[in-house]
């Protein structure tokens, strides 16, 4: 089990047409070090005994049970249009999640999963519920400011659902909750982003309005 501290910011259009550049040409980012750029397409099957989030909330049901499914390509040197191999995985994620102070904090255990149809089948079979689905087109990067070279966050600058967002997490219990919001809105504020924009809805409350 891992522990993710996380903060997602909406964009404009023109903000995520500038940080695709700069992530493209990182060395148009001044203090920022970025690397292993990836092209990710994710599709996450949310599913639930209940039909509703206060039954949920109410019978203390797991805030995440989900099959993800992804295809990844490395972005090579050359450019946006140059790709490696393309793999295709599947996993099953359950997550306790809570928001504290707008900083999103996961617990979660993650494994891969060969066939996502037998889950699938499995939940049919045991009540569950598909209630929610998002898809995500993003660019993935791991990113290092030059104030803190040994931290390095996973950022994604992503649309879901055709929203534009940039997500960016660290995975680890190597510094303090707090020291670790501030060395990622180090790295916001790297990118021209405000951290006080940050959006602490779950994707279920932003995308399903």
């Not at 070090?33 to 109410?58: C, G, P, W």
């Not at 040197?77 to 995985?89: A, F, L, N, R, T």
């Not at 809570?98 to 904090?105: K, L, P, R």
């Not at 996961?106 to 066939?115: A, K, L």
Request: with cysteine; net charge negative.
């Amino acid at each position: 089990m891992s522990r993710e501290i996380e903060l997602k910011i909406p964009l404009t259009n023109e903000e995520f047409s500038r940080i695709k550049s700069f992530l493209l040409e990182p060395s148009k980012i001044k203090g920022l070090s970025v690397a292993n750029a990836e092209k990710i397409l994710k599709s996450d099957e949310y599913f639930s005994l209940y039909k509703t989030h206060e039954e949920r909330l109410k019978n203390k049901e797991l805030r995440v049970i989900r099959i993800r499914s992804e295809k990844k390509q490395p972005l090579l040197p050359s450019g946006i249009d140059m790709y490696g191999e393309e793999v295709e995985k599947a996993y099953f994620c359950i997550k306790q999640k809570s928001i504290e102070n707008g900083i999103e904090y996961n617990r979660e255990h993650e494994t891969f999963i060969e066939n996502p149809a037998v889950l699938r089948a499995f939940f049919a079979a045991a009540g569950y519920i598909k209630w929610f689905e998002k898809k995500k087109d993003s660019i993935s990067v791991t990113c290092t400011h030059s104030d803190n070279p040994s931290f390095e966050a996973h950022l994604e600058l992503e649309k879901v659902n055709s929203l534009p967002y940039v997500e960016i997490e660290y995975t680890g219990d190597d510094f303090t909750a707090d020291e670790v919001r501030q060395k990622l809105e180090k790295i916001l504020l790297a990118l021209g982003l405000d951290p006080k924009k940050r959006d602490s809805r779950s994707w279920a409350e932003i995308l399903e309005k």
